[in-house]
């Protein structure tokens, strides 16, 4: 297997190619993250895995609340006293913000066919979202026909 440097939402393989597709602690970095979703699915052979791990909203307001003072007050300044890159961990808090939630993902935005089997750690804040597919490649165009090629 070698190691490819491409972007997420137009990846240069076939169609069906891969068992298991995995992302850690990026996809809320992808520019169009549903389009690298999609892509995903599509390099996806039937019956494959989506394994994304990833920051999410904890499940309880008040975990919510104290997570979120932590998250935005305190481990900027932490970060920043002990690297001196503050800023990275300012955008580390804004881009997991804005990311939306594991369901959101699932289902909004993965056009409805991820399937959920998370694990959740980190008092809800974290967690690992596996997602089956059980057919789409029957569903999804090629990528020639997406583009507009001929």
């Known amino acids: 297997m070698a190691l490819v440097n491409a972007p997420a939402e137009a990846l240069p393989f076939k169609d069906a190619s891969f068992d298991g597709v995995t992302i850690g ?29 990833e920051f999410s909203t904890p499940p309880s307001r008040a975990l919510w609340k104290l997570y979120n003072y932590y998250f935005h007050r305190i481990l900027p300044r932490i970060g920043g006293w002990l690297t001196g890159r503050e800023e990275a961990y300012r955008y580390l808090t804004d881009s997991v913000s804005r990311f939306p939630a594991a369901a959101g993902v699932q289902g909004r935005h993965g056009g409805g066919r991820l399937r959920p ?34």
């Open 117 to 150: 089997g998370g694990v959740s750690v980190a008092l809800g804040r974290g967690g690992l979202h596996p997602h089956g597919n059980p057919a789409v490649n029957d569903r999804l165009p090629s990528r020639s026909s997406r583009r507009g090629a001929t």
């Open 25 to 53: 602690f990026g996809i809320r970095n992808v520019p169009d993250f549903r389009a690298g979703l999609r892509e995903m699915l599509r390099v996806l052979r039937r019956g494959g895995r989506v394994s994304i791990l």
